[in-house]
């Protein structure tokens, strides 16, 4: 059987042909429950200098659809996508679309050829929209109802939120909340040697606070960070910022924020982290922060809370489903942000880091895998040939 999975990406592709990625890691493990032969159907572009990310398993076929959303070149690429695309869900049995402008174009093909699909809501368009620039404003509205409609009307839904995508994208056909995160099995060791690192902490030490998010788009809100950084100095704090994700052209405007502020010795651009590399920088925190405007179920936040590590984030989005009310501050809030880390900082970091610790828990691998196998069975059953 074979299976597309239809998203914008992008993955990125190096000279000897060999494919990476930063946001899909474990789907080749998940999609081949369902069948044998799985392609990715999504934006290709070159590895950039210093980046690589995750090695997009060789099993994988791969799709380059052209970007066709820079409105010099949208009517000729975007036929080029629309012949590809539907080139490709012809010839699948199954496809699973991820919210997306590719998937779009490919739901169109799925009804026109009857092929059965599963549609992902990883996150909210609205928020997405409204939070990335004036146009983003002006589109959100109507986006927002297209999407309502294509997710009410889809016959399976993958949540990745227990309730906030729900609430706000309801469906008529069946669902399941479930992750995106893969956290192999939790070792309580790591528990133990986080408990330690707390045992000698002291408010007056150098913290380290930290977060892992793209630096590209500006509603992951690092910049709020960077300008609380400056105020918690002047309060006598002794902190540092590490900033993982991106490269050093995506992290401009975020280095010059931070030089205009005066604390550039103290934000730490760590670039592009590979899946094997992210335990340790959780593991060096002190604090982990995610300070975005949109977001869905936050991967990071996850593999934080499963390395012990005290979390902070905004009330947003599947974010209070993960962390404790008084964890949380209001989104785009330098004060709210700076009130915030004051007040962690002066907290039982041990009994929130226990608390992260168990939660995580529930979204281990095998946990959610037998979920997410519940779900597909169902899928199987209704349209397995």
């Not at 994208?169 to 309580?188: A, L, M, Q, R």
């Not at 030089?259 to 899946?275: H, N, P, Q, T």
């Not at 809370?305 to 902070?312: A, K």
């Not at 907290?347 to 597909?376: G, M």
Request: net charge positive.
């Amino acid at each position: 059987m074979k299976l597309v999975f239809v998203h914008d990406g992008p993955i990125f592709e190096d000279k000897d042909g060999q494919y990476y990625e930063y946001s899909y890691h474990g789907l080749y493990e998940r999609y081949k429950y369902l069948a044998d032969e799985i392609t990715f159907i999504m934006r290709v572009y070159p590895v950039e200098k210093d980046t690589k990310g995750t090695k997009l398993p060789a099993e994988i076929k791969v799709i380059n659809v052209p970007n066709f959303k820079s409105p010099s070149s949208y009517f000729l690429k975007k036929r080029i996508a629309e012949k590809n695309i539907e080139k490709q869900i012809r010839e699948t049995d199954y496809a699973v679309l991820r919210e997306s402008s590719c998937a779009k174009i490919a739901l169109k093909y799925c009804k026109k050829y009857n092929k059965p699909y599963i549609y992902e809501c990883v996150g909210c368009i609205w928020d997405g929209l409204w939070n990335h620039s004036l146009l983003g404003k002006l589109m959100a509205p109507s986006s927002f109802i297209i999407e309502k409609k294509i997710i009410k009307n889809a016959p399976y839904v993958y949540y990745v939120t227990d309730q906030f995508l729900q609430r706000r994208y309801p469906t008529k056909g069946k669902s399941i909340g479930c992750s995106n995160v893969v956290i192999d099995k939790v070792d309580e060791s790591v528990l133990k040697k986080r408990l330690d690192k707390i045992s000698g902490y002291h408010v007056d030490n150098k913290i380290k606070i930290g977060t892992a998010a793209a630096l590209d788009v500006r509603y992951k809100g690092q910049e709020y960070v960077i300008k609380a950084i400056k105020k918690l100095v002047e309060q006598g704090y002794d902190l540092e910022y590490y900033l993982a994700g991106g490269n050093r052209k995506q992290s401009t405007f975020l280095k010059d924020l931070a030089v205009s502020l005066g604390v550039e010795k103290r934000v730490i651009f760590c670039g592009s982290l590979d899946a094997a590399e992210m335990p340790h920088f959780y593991d060096s925190l002190d604090i982990y922060i995610q300070p975005s405007k949109q977001e869905g179920l936050p991967r990071s936040v996850i593999e934080a809370m499963s390395r012990g590590c005290p979390v902070l984030g905004t009330k947003i989005a599947g974010i209070p489903e993960l962390i404790e009310q008084k964890c949380l501050f209001k989104k785009g809030s330098v004060s709210a942000v700076t009130n915030s880390i004051v007040y962690i900082l002066h907290s039982d970091l041990e009994k929130i880091s226990i608390y992260n610790f168990q939660k995580a828990k529930k979204y281990t691998k095998e946990i959610l895998a037998d979920r997410r196998r519940h779900f597909y069975d169902q899928f199987l059953e209704e349209y397995r040939y």
